[in-house]
């Protein structure tokens, strides 16, 4: 109660506190914190809030400790590690490997020590800069468990994130089998050294490999405390080996040492050894980088157990750091030194010691020391020395077997460590459902929520790997796994810097956006340097990773830096935009329409998304009434976007409130879009059932068509024979409920009647249905060679024959033929043909089936004409056949109404309309779609006669018709500028 505190402005409002942010994930909200709703009516609460303020408070819902995977409550708390033991030492013991022992006296040898150095530093630049890239990314938030694959999915987003994760969890494992197979080598060498051979050399590296796996398993699987404890042991033998080192170092040379080119510190060894001496054809530079680099690649060692540790945040860039500080320094000192004991080349000769002074014809620095080593010189036979022996260290040291427990210990440690690693990530990635079939793997164990399924996997693979003990090709792709995984880690630093996003906060701020960038530009280069093959491998598999998580678009929200950099991008380009003038050749049909739930009217959305999608701006608005606001469900936008996206409809929702179609409409005119974006088009359904309708409802219609004119826009009226509307799959209220524009009611002929469901579910229920609720329109079929007929009557800019075009564009409708019918009389038909045809060619339009209609203005036949009045006869007035009663009364009372007087002013233009009905379905009945100029109102038409002329310009189609009007404006022209 006393963490519940109320503020200092309610009795239901908190103070800040922690919990309240613990889960702010989407569609995650905080439940302890009350609604903007209760705080409203708070003050119609007060009574309830003071008689149950204790027992209200007490049962709010607490949410939990904000894991991204919410874990079950355990009875023993997990063990957690600090930066020392957690990250630093673990780091340290990775990044020590067999390397140090076996291999850097020789890349001295070869590449000298200032050589050497530069390559050190140049190693340690590179994990140094990405170390402050994981530090930046590992403050800026919790870190669960996940490693480098949980740092850049949650950077980058699954896209790059899920490819990354099976490459890093495929690379630590085939890690632990290199360092394990290292380990076999050197026991399979000291076993030859003292006789003992087991089956034959490859057999008994594969031996020894799958019992140290199998131990290091098992070590595992005992726990992190025991996996822990082990590092521990295995630190302490490394630090006990180095020391045995330096020791040895000082300790004065024996006469058998000397004779293998060991000398103790001599300043003269020093300066011979400070310039490089390549040798056969591996001997350059980047070979020297190339063997060097891997044992720098332990340093996300720490970081991928970070669900391990006490503070990720404070852990990962102080160890990680501090481990890349100590052991640099250890490379440093131990190259300076063994090049400053240790000869290039020794026979190992006890005999090759010169007595007295004579050197002549002696060659090399051992004839400064008294040893003349020159016939294994010239006949390259040494086999002792920096350059040719791998056992330097141990001869230098003080105890030799003290140096094999150190090669034990630091192929041992990074074996475990990579053991443990690709288990913890690869978990998270199953976890987090981007691949199929891999869920079986996520599961947890214990109070550690050990991953023992992906240990036995790891353990698995490793084997596999271990019985073939021919690993060098594996090598390089590991060390460009590794290698990608850093540059990608960097871009992510990077990419959050440069996004501005709000959400990039991290606490370590000794980073840059710029090194960052170089890092990841680096660890590229270092790829295609080290092995170019292997790169490009590596890179395929990303690509055609990444390629499946972009095809499956997982439903995962991360708030990557990559949605920070669209909207940027977004933003940026549209406010650029808005500086630039319109142009009629980057005309394009933005269209508002008014769909209501676009789910009701799937028809109307293709239609427009068909020449919309890909090419210009679509908004949906659904204009809901006052009546229908408080019985329509909370999460009825998200539904409606998740149809949208499912349906592949690439247009906003716009939802908005207002007391009838035509305020709702006029403001979504004003205010829908943003800047350029705007819309410049406003697509109607048209309204079946007008007959039936109560006046102000038709009144309303036209309103918002005279509206749309008054706003220069473009108008689009889709008729469609069954109608546009069909029922709501799904009761949000636990009724067949349908939340449809109350401007634009159903068809008696409604599409899917029986698709309604008596039981309640909820909008993520009907999101995962599947494409249950996708129903299939006519738009969405292959129209063959059907045609598309335009009845282009009005010179309205064009936009008439633009719609047509953007539609043949498509793949369903390309092999349509467009047929373009113009009005025109007999005498001049060949004429007004041939003006036509040469226009459509000037606007670069295909259209060359042009059709001129000579008998336009024939009347109508009677029948048809008699249809028309007799469906107008419902909304006459009859005012000058009714005696004694006021004619501007009836006007007055019944506006809508057609007086006699304007009907026979309108006559003509009745008969026009009746005539070119006959025309259209006399040459349309088989088209694929019809388009008709659409009719601009008068204001002093009424409205039933106006919807009447649109009713009769489209009855008795089989097919779509738009009855469509530009705002006058050009949309088409021939000219180049």
Request: hydrophobic letters at 40%.
């Amino acid at each position: 109660m006393e963490q519940r505190r109320s503020s200092f402005y309610s009795t239901l409002d908190l103070v800040p506190q922690l919990e309240h942010y613990a889960s702010t994930l989407p569609r995650q909200q905080a439940r302890s914190r009350p609604s903007l709703e209760a705080l409203r009516r708070a003050s119609e609460q007060v009574e309830v809030v003071n008689t149950s303020t204790d027992s209200g408070l007490s049962n709010l819902p607490v949410t939990d400790g904000g894991d991204e995977e919410s874990q079950p409550p355990q009875e023993e708390a997990p063990v957690r590690f600090g930066w020392v033991t957690g990250v630093m030492v673990r780091c340290m013991l990775n990044i020590w490997g067999v390397i140090l022992f076996l291999r850097l006296s020789l890349i001295t040898s070869q590449a000298g020590i200032l050589l050497t150095w530069l390559i050190i530093l140049m190693s340690v630049t590179v994990t140094s800069v990405t170390a402050l890239s994981i530090s930046a990314i590992a403050t800026n938030g919790r870190v669960t468990s996940g490693g480098a694959y949980f740092m850049i999915s949650r950077s980058l987003g699954p896209e790059i994130g899920g490819p990354i994760g099976v490459v890093f969890s495929f690379a630590n494992a085939l890690a632990c089998a290199l360092n394990t197979v290292g380990f076999a080598e050197v026991v399979r060498d000291l076993l030859q050294e003292f006789g003992v051979v087991m089956v034959d050399a490859i057999n008994d590296v594969r031996i020894v490999g799958v019992i140290t796996v199998t131990f290091l398993l098992l070590i595992s699987l005992a726990g992190m405390e025991w996996e822990s404890k082990t590092q521990i042991l295995f630190f302490i033998v490394l630090l006990v080996s180095f020391s045995n080192y330096l020791v040895g170092t000082i300790i004065p040379p024996s006469p058998e040492k000397k004779a293998q080119g060991i000398f103790g510190y001599r300043s003269e060894i020093f300066i011979s050894n400070l310039k490089p001496d390549w040798r056969g054809p591996e001997g350059n530079f980047f070979q020297m980088f190339a063997i060097f680099f891997p044992s720098a690649i332990g340093i996300l060692s720490g970081a991928n157990i970070s669900g391990d540790l006490k503070d990720p945040a404070s852990a990962i860039p102080k160890g990680t750091l501090m481990a890349i500080f100590w052991t640099s320094f250890s490379y440093l000192v131990i190259s300076a030194t063994v090049a400053s004991c240790v000869l290039r080349d020794a026979s190992g000769n006890m005999s090759d010691i010169l007595t007295g002074n004579i050197t002549d014809g002696c060659v090399g620095m051992g004839c400064n020391l008294g040893w003349n080593f020159t016939d294994c010189i010239q006949s390259q036979s040494c086999k002792y020395g920096l350059a040719n022996s791998s056992k330097v260290l141990g001869q230098i040291s003080g105890f030799y077997y003290l140096i094999t427990a150190g090669v034990f210990a630091a192929s041992l440690s990074s074996a475990l460590g990579f053991l443990v690693s690709a288990p913890k990530v690869f978990q998270c990635l199953c976890r987090d459902n981007i691949y199929p079939y891999i869920g079986f793997f996520a599961k947890g164990y214990g109070k550690n929520d050990e991953p023992l399924r992906a240990y036995i996997l790891c353990y698995v693979i490793a084997v596999a790997f271990i019985l073939i003990a021919e690993l060098n090709t594996i090598a390089a792709l590991i060390s460009n796994f590794f290698l990608c995984s850093y540059s990608l880690i960097n871009f992510s630093c990077f990419h959050a810097s440069i996004t501005n996003s709000p959400g990039w906060r991290p606490s370590f701020h000794y980073y840059s956006k710029w090194t960052a960038l170089f890092g990841a530009v680096i660890s590229v280069v270092l790829m295609f340097l080290f092995t170019w093959w292997a790169a490009l491998t590596t890179f395929c598999i990303i690509f055609f990773l990444f390629g499946y998580v972009n095809y499956n678009k997982p439903k995962v929200n991360w708030g990557s830096s990559v949605q920070a950099g669209t909207y940027n991008m977004a933003l940026s380009y549209s406010l650029s935009l808005s500086g630039v003038e319109d142009h009629v050749k980057n005309f394009r049909p933005q269209c508002l329409v008014l769909t209501g739930p676009p789910n009701q009217r799937p028809a109307l959305v293709d239609f427009v998304g068909s020449f919309t999608k890909h090419i210009s701006l679509m908004i949906c608005g659904d204009i809901i009434m006052e009546q229908d606001r408080q019985t329509r469900p909370q999460d009825a936008t998200d539904c409606l976007v998740k149809w949208m996206n499912k349906r592949k409809v690439r247009s906003f929702y716009m939802p908005f409130t207002a007391d009838c179609l035509r305020v709702g409409a006029r403001h979504l005119l004003q205010a829908s879009g943003l800047g350029k974006l705007k819309p410049n088009t406003l697509v109607l359904g048209f309204k079946v059932n007008w007959r039936d309708s109560s006046p102000e409802g038709i009144q309303d219609y036209i309103n918002t068509i005279y509206d749309t004119f008054d706003s220069n826009y473009c108008l689009c009226i889709l008729r469609m024979m069954d109608g546009l509307d069909i029922f709501d799959q799904f009761d949000f209220e636990g009724k067949q409920s349908r939340f449809q524009n109350q401007g634009f009611e159903p068809d008696e002929s409604v599409e899917n009647d029986d698709q309604q469901s008596p039981e309640r579910e909820s909008a993520d229920d009907i999101s995962d249905k599947g494409d249950s609720d996708q129903i299939k329109t006519v738009f969405q079929n292959d129209q063959g060679k059907k045609t598309i007929d335009v009845y282009w009557i009005a010179d309205d800019g064009g936009l008439t024959l633009l719609v047509p075009y953007l539609l043949t564009r498509r793949k369903r409708w390309h092999r349509s033929k467009v047929r373009v019918f113009i009005v025109g009389d007999e005498q001049n038909m060949e004429e007004g043909r041939s003006k036509m045809i040469a226009l459509l060619k000037r606007f670069r339009l295909d259209f060359n089936d042009v059709t001129v209609m000579t008998d336009s203005e024939r009347r109508p036949h009677a029948k048809n004409l008699s249809r028309f009045v007799d469906s107008v006869a419902p909304f006459r007035l009859y005012d000058e056949q009714q005696e004694g009663v006021s004619v501007q009364e009836l006007r007055g009372s019944t506006p809508w109404k057609i007086s006699d007087k304007e009907f026979e002013a309108f006559k003509l233009k009745s008969e026009r309309k009746v005539r070119l009905n006959e025309i259209i379905r006399r040459n349309s009945q088989h088209a694929a779609l019809v388009l008709v100029s659409l009719p601009v109102p008068h204001s002093d038409c009424p409205s039933a006669l106006y919807m009447a002329w649109l009713d009769t310009l489209t009855c008795g189609l089989h097919c779509p018709a738009v009855l469509i009007r530009g705002n006058q404006q050009n949309v088409l022209t021939y000219y180049c500028q």
